[in-house]
């Protein structure tokens, strides 16, 4: 004879408000699943983009000093060439030649006679000096060492 098959009942629980709590506890870890890969591809998504923006943000600041310095360069350049143009205008208007038929032209002519004029040296108060010498230390500069010959 066949022997009817029973099925085993599940223990009853002890504490319905444990049941309760762990049913409420369940329900909340699902909902919280539902959107944890859609919170995640949003954080990677955010990290994707801050890297992407750092990048171009780099690349673009890259760009404007490449601009400032081709700037820069061609404003040394012109420069450059003013100076040589201004050297060269300076030179034509310290010739000698020049200077010589300018001198002509006002009647001058070079001189007879040379004259020597000795200047007495200028007086300096040594109590001035020493007064300047002790303010130059608190600078940190050392006074100047008398030479020696």
Do not use: C, W
């Not at 600041?61 to 040394?76: E, F, S």
């Not at 010739?95 to 006679?113: K, N, V, W, Y």
């Amino acid at each position: 004879m066949i022997q009817p098959r029973y099925l085993e009942e599940r223990p009853r629980i002890k504490n319905p408000r444990q049941a309760r709590g762990a049913t409420e506890t369940r329900r909340k870890h699902a909902a919280r699943a539902r959107y944890a890969a859609l919170s995640k591809f949003s954080i990677g998504l955010t990290i994707l983009s801050s890297l992407l923006i750092g990048y171009v943000m780099l690349t673009s600041n890259l760009t404007g000093m490449t601009y400032a310095v081709a700037k820069a360069q061609a404003q040394r350049a012109n420069l450059q060439g003013e100076t040589g143009r201004l050297d060269d205008r300076i030179t034509v208007l310290r010739s000698q030649e020049r200077l010589a038929a300018f001198a002509a032209r006002l009647g001058m002519h070079d001189p007879q006679q040379f004259a020597l004029v000795r200047v007495a040296p200028a007086r300096t108060d040594a109590g001035h000096l020493a007064l300047l010498s002790t303010f130059a230390s608190f600078f940190g500069s050392h006074p100047a060492a008398p030479s020696v010959r």
